[in-house]
Every structure is written in C-alpha cells, then in structure tokens.
C-alpha cells in the first residue's frame, strides 16, 4: 500500500522539550538528538548538513519524529552507557521498567556506512511494560511529500531525494503517512527498530534481535577502545571524557572536518531572532577543538583535520574574507547561502528557522591566530607539518602581516558594522607569533625580521590604544570603553603575563561587568549594539576561559568554586548548548564544540594548578 504525507498534529503532552533534556548519538557522519521522552527530535541524513527527516524540535506539528516510549505513565531517566556515546533511556512504570537503547554503528569506508544506520533497542528489565512507536518522517525540513509502502516486513518511506526504510521486530500498521506499533514485553523479552537509508548499492535488510546485540556490542567497543586513548586522569574525568567523546561526535569521519555543532536555529532567546545554522566547519572553533583533543592525547583528529585543511581549503587571495573564509561545509565547500524556512515555527515558536550562513562572506581576523596555533601545537605534539603545509603558513603569516591592522567583524561575528576589534588583532599578534616559533624550532625558511617586527607592532597597538585609562582594563575595540569577554584569552593566549598589573586591572573589571554567579556574558548589547534585536544568556565558553584566567592569576580557590558551579550547569548527560539563560537554561544550538572545548582545557589547568 502506498500514502503520501501530509502534515498532522503531533499528539497530546508538552509541545518542545528543553532544549538540554536530550541526549546525542551519532556515526561520525551525521547524529540525532533524543529526548528524556524516547522521541528523536532532530536527524539529518546522510550528513550534518544535510536536510531534516526529524525535525519536530524545529516545529511540533511539521517537523517529524520517531517517537518510542512506554504507552502508560512512567517516569524516564536519561544516561550513557559508560564510556560510549550509546544513550540508555528507562521508563519507570507502575508495572515494570523498560529501556531504549539508541546508537548507530560506526562503519569504515564499506558500503555500510552509506547505511547510516539508526537501532532503537528496546528492552524490559523488569516486570512488563507496553509501548508505542510512531514513525513520522518529514523530509527537506518538512517541505517534501514522501510516500510510504510496506513492502513484507520493510517499510520505505521515499521522498525526492531520499529513501528511509523501517524494519521492526514487532508487527507495524499504517498511520497514514506514517507508522505505528503497539506492543508489549515481559521481562528479558526485547524488540528492535532499525532506520536505514537505501538507495543504490544500499538495499534495505532487517536487523534481528542477534544482530542488533552484535551491533550494539562493537559500538560499545568501537568508543571504549577510541577514549582508551585519553591521556587524562584529573579531578573530573568523567566530565572531560565526555566532552571528548562529544566533540568526536562532532566530527565527520570522510573528511576530518569538525562542526561548530550539530543543529541549526535553536534560539539564543526564546522568542527572538537570534536563530543560526551551526553545521559547519568554523576554522576557528575547529582549531581550538584540535587544541583540546591534543592536549588529551587524540592526535588522530588532529592529523584528520589538518588533512582536511590541506586538502580542501586553499589559501587564496582576492576574497573580501581574506585568503581563508571563517567557515566551511564538511566537504570544503565555500558557498553557503543564508535561507528562511517560513513553513517551520521554531523551537518553541522562536522564528525564524535559518539554514546556511551568510557570515560565511565576513572578514574575521582571529580566525589565524586559532589556526595557525593549532598547527604549532600539532607540529610539537602530534607530528612535524610538510613542507607545502609550511608554504601556506607562511603564506598566511604575510597576508596577516599586510592586513592586521583593518576594521572586522570580530569573533562574535556582529552583525554591527566592522570595528578595529582587541581580540582580532591579539589572534593576529598570535599567528605571526607562532609561526615564528615554528621557523626557530626546526630551522624553517621564513621573513622572520618582518614577522618580528610586525608582531612587536601589533603588540605595541594593543597596549596603547586597546587599554582604557577610564575602565582600567583592555577594552572590546579601539576608541571605545566597552568590555568583551573575548580579551579574557590575552593571558591564556602567552601575550600578557597572568599577573600583570593591568591584566588584573582587566579581570577585576570583567568580573564587575560581565560575571554572574560565575557565568560570563560575551559583551553587553546595549553597550555595544550588534545589530539584532534582544538579548542572549551567558556564553558557555567565556565562563570557561574566565575559570582558566583565574586559575592563572594563582585564584584557584575562586576559579575551582567557579569551574564546580559550571559543571551544575550541563544537562543530565554532561551536555552543553551555546549559552545559559538567567534562569540556568541552556539556550543556543546544542552541543556546541566551543563549550566542551573549553571545559576540557579549564579542566585540564586548573588540575595542573591544583597538583
């Protein structure tokens, strides 16, 4: 029998979940986020990037989901099998307790991975307890119709460019469009779903009940023996292995590419405009990631995404962007035009739904400064760079040393108009500084009397026109009194001693202005207006970077008190989005790289600090 889609309600209950009340799976290409309630609520396939099949966190009624759950009242928790980025949700009901456990496997380059295979596991542990599933695909972010057939015990959902097909180990009936099962296990019994994307050499096939165990076995296996890698063994392993096992998620296996984060358009304000599409490589946020998997040991994603770089990003001259773009699709692409998705209401009614990025055109000089101190420390720690990839630091380090000095968009990519921004010119100051130690290590061939003075140049700048007699603290831009979060990078950058006088001027200053209760707002908008309207929570990796500048400051009692209170912050799995709101909620897409980067070096300092 064939349907075709149309848009239906979504059933009684709470329309959003919290943003924070979800877990993440993945297979190193793409990943969905499941909710505390057994619902995936967000799956792009085949890639990041690609368009939505389940997108109700979007949009309750358009969006689509696969719901599974226990069908009578229960109350959930939400865990991670120790070690791995498989999720366990259990259902506690009067009866019984029952279980989901939901991985996709992590294939090599066999056609299985073209799979992308999605198994929903589910279990009684105790007594018995009944289900219901609802497989509700809406494809191309709920704007494609989609036909359905259940052809013997597949079914294959099929829309214009892409064919999903369910196979169950319990009996589904139509639902229109859509699919449903009820059923019900005693203990020790379990069922098995099982989502494919077919198509070409990929023919759809079920996955039985041994099948799925072996799966979920070499899952299990595949993320313990990759963590076993982690050279960590600090005060908070738990919460640093987890954010390395997160920022592995984040990346895509074909490429070596790392995005900012998984989701697009989750509000910074619930209700306004400040809704962005986070899938992609932003060349700063990917650095600082390969920062922070080298410091625990993982140099494998630190070659994976240097490759990356020399294989898909060429520096080039005559962009208005300079010689490299502030972000990249996971295949390298450059284009990556900015659209509004007016058929979906937003998380929570928090319009618009934008994908792509139009900020991908902005001039945003920092960003080589984070890439070329990601390859210093790959050349020391993982291993030395060729000589092509030298070439094109050097390349980079003279472009720099040409066009430090004009206005940009700065690292929170304003919307504002350019300004001559602290923090670009300390990142610029950081290429060229950088680079230099790379030319001296190892004898390389380099201008360095002009990369010298250049530096010393940019130095002398920032001392004398970036510093506010009136605030007593480096300030967000030249000729104004506004504070930034983004200096607090100066002295973890090595470009002011933790201890100066004017550097602690500063961070007494920020903590006035900027701290609440530990968590850090990147700037205030009225003070500095950014060109949207509304205001945003605190800045997950700001706290983090403020946590660190204490604890370099030698105020490790306040930065320990600091970096505790944060960790209250992450959701019941150790996960972060973007920001905090007032009210302690996460806000933002989610997770976000930038935040569990930053936890991982905070983690990693303030443990060396404390002995």
Request: glycine share 8%.
């Amino acid at each position: 029998m064939v349907y075709t889609s149309s848009h239906q309600k979504a059933p009684e209950g709470p329309r959003y979940l919290p943003i924070s009340e979800h877990g993440l799976i993945g297979d190193l290409r793409s990943v969905a986020l499941v909710g505390t309630n057994g619902t995936i609520d967000w799956y792009c396939c085949p890639a990041f990037d690609s368009p939505s099949v389940f997108a109700s966190i979007l949009d309750a009624d358009r969006g689509g989901s696969f719901e599974l759950a226990a069908s009578v009242p229960a109350r959930t928790k939400q865990f991670y099998f120790p070690d791995t980025n498989v999720l366990i949700t259990r259902f506690f009901t009067e009866d019984g307790v029952g279980e989901i456990q939901d991985f996709m496997p992590v294939s090599g380059e066999s056609i299985e991975a073209e799979r992308h295979r999605l198994i929903r596991r589910v279990l009684c542990v105790r007594g018995s307890v009944p289900f219901q599933a609802r497989v509700a695909p809406r494809f191309d972010y709920g704007a494609q119709p989609h036909t359905m057939q259940m052809l013997g015990e597949v079914v294959v959902f099929q829309s214009m460019n892409t064919s999903l097909a369910l196979t169950a180990t319990v009996p589904v009936e139509s639902d229109g469009p859509d699919v449903r099962a009820d059923f019900k296990l005693a203990e020790g019994e379990s069922a098995v779903f099982a989502l494919d994307q077919v198509g070409g050499d990929v023919t759809p096939r079920g996955c039985p009940r041994f099948e799925a165990e072996e799966q979920f076995v070499a899952t299990v296996a595949y993320w313990r023996r990759w963590l076993s890698a982690s050279r960590y063994r600090g005060r908070w392993r738990e919460m640093v292995h987890r954010s390395a096992l997160t920022l592995k998620l984040l990346t895509y296996a074909p490429t070596g590419a790392i995005v900012a984060a998984p989701t697009t358009s989750l509000p910074e304000q619930y209700g306004g405009e400040r809704n962005w599409d986070y899938r992609y490589v932003w060349v700063r946020d990917a650095a600082f990631c390969v920062y922070a998997l080298l410091r625990l040991g993982f140099t494998g994603e630190a070659e994976a995404f240097v490759t990356f770089l020399t294989r898909h990003i060429t520096p080039g001259d005559g962009r208005p962007s300079g010689p490299l773009q502030i972000m990249y699709g996971i295949d390298g692409r450059t284009d990556l035009p900015e659209r509004e998705l007016g058929h979906l209401e937003g998380h929570r009614g928090s319009a618009p739904v934008r994908v792509g990025n139009a900020a991908a055109d902005q001039l945003q000089l920092d960003i080589y400064g984070a890439l070329i101190d990601s390859v210093y420390l790959y050349d020391k720690w993982a291993q030395p760079i060729s000589s092509d990839q030298w070439d094109d630091v050097c390349a980079l380090v003279d472009w720099v040393c040409d066009h430090w000095d004009q206005p940009d968009e700065g690292v929170w990519e304003t919307r504002g108009g350019r300004k001559k921004f602290l923090y670009s010119r300390l990142m610029c100051w950081v290429a060229i500084e950088r680079a230099i130690r790379m030319a001296h290590r190892r004898g390389l061939p380099a201008d360095v009397p002009r990369w010298r003075q250049c530096r010393d140049m940019i130095y002398r700048r920032i001392m004398q026109r970036s510093w506010s007699t009136t605030r007593r603290a480096f300030v967000q831009h030249e000729g104004g009194d506004v504070l930034d979060a983004s200096v607090l990078m100066m002295p973890l950058a090595k470009f002011i001693a933790p201890t100066d006088p004017k550097w602690l001027s500063t961070l007494d200053a920020l903590t006035e202005d900027l701290v609440s209760d530990s968590l850090v707002y990147r700037y205030d908008p009225q003070a500095s207006p950014d060109g949207l309207r509304g205001d945003e929570g605190t800045f997950s990796i700001c706290s983090f970077w403020y946590v660190e500048a204490l604890v370099r400051a030698g105020r490790l009692d306040e930065a320990r008190l600091a970096f505790e209170k944060m960790l209250t912050y992450a959701n019941h799995v150790g996960l972060y989005a973007e920001e905090i709101s007032h009210t302690g909620e996460q806000q933002g897409n989610f997770p976000q790289a930038f935040t569990h980067l930053a936890l991982i070096s905070a983690a990693f300092n303030l443990d060396r600090s404390l002995g």
